[in-house]
């Protein structure tokens, strides 16, 4: 059975990009799990690839025959973690990512007992604001409403088995290979 691997940080916090890093580094059997979601494609975004790209009916009708193993509404659009995602790739003996909110880790951990939790952070919250408006995608408001979220996900820290501060990319990347790689070992 691959190792379940529940990754969660603030934005700015350059979780997906260690994520990323990891997943270009590793020899070991990884993948990244692809959510599914209700809101429109971005530029570059392929269908299955970045995201599963669904109406909300469709998502309505997979919700109800219960094929999410958590899922939440973000700002007008649905997004959730698929079941098959996770179980049919641990079953193949893949190791895998779940890079999910706070609440989204919350849903999914009591299902797996045996996964590994990871909150990544930055040593300081004036970095947050200084990633996020380095950027230059988001509007004023919507900066301010990441912040204000990045708030509220940093008091969830203490629900997570392992921290990552990622102040520095290298050390930080470090840091989470060898966490699971210690996953992969215990599994």
């Known amino acids: 059975m691959g190792p379940l691997i529940i990754v969660s940080g603030p934005s700015g916090s350059g979780k997906s990009t260690l994520i990323h890093r990891v997943l270009a580094k590793t020899a070991r059997p990884l993948r990244l799990s692809v959510s599914a979601t209700t809101r429109p494609k971005r530029e570059g975004e392929r269908d299955g690839v970045d995201y ?6 469709r998502f309505e009708e997979a919700l109800a025959v219960g094929e999410f193993l958590e899922h939440a509404e973000v700002h007008g659009h649905l997004y959730g973690t ?3 995602e996770v179980d049919t790739h641990r079953q193949q003996g893949v190791g895998v990512i779940l890079d999910v909110d706070v ?3 919350a849903a999914v951990r009591p299902h797996y007992p045996d996964h590994l939790s990871v909150f990544v952070k930055l040593s300081a919250w004036e970095l947050y604001e200084r990633r996020l408006r380095g950027r230059g995608t988001e509007s004023e408001a919507a900066i301010a409403r990441r912040l204000e979220t990045a708030r509220e996900e940093l008091k969830h820290v203490g629900e997570y088995e392992h921290v990552v ?3 520095d990319l290298e050390t930080a990347t470090a840091d989470l290979m060898a966490l699971i790689e210690g996953a992969f070992v215990g599994s």
Not at 52 to 57: D, E, F, G, I, V
């Open 52 to 57: 599963h790209l669904w109406t909300r009916a």
């Open 82 to 84: 698929l079941r098959s």
């Open 103 to 105: 609440q989204g880790a």
């Open 165 to 167: 501060i990622n102040d």
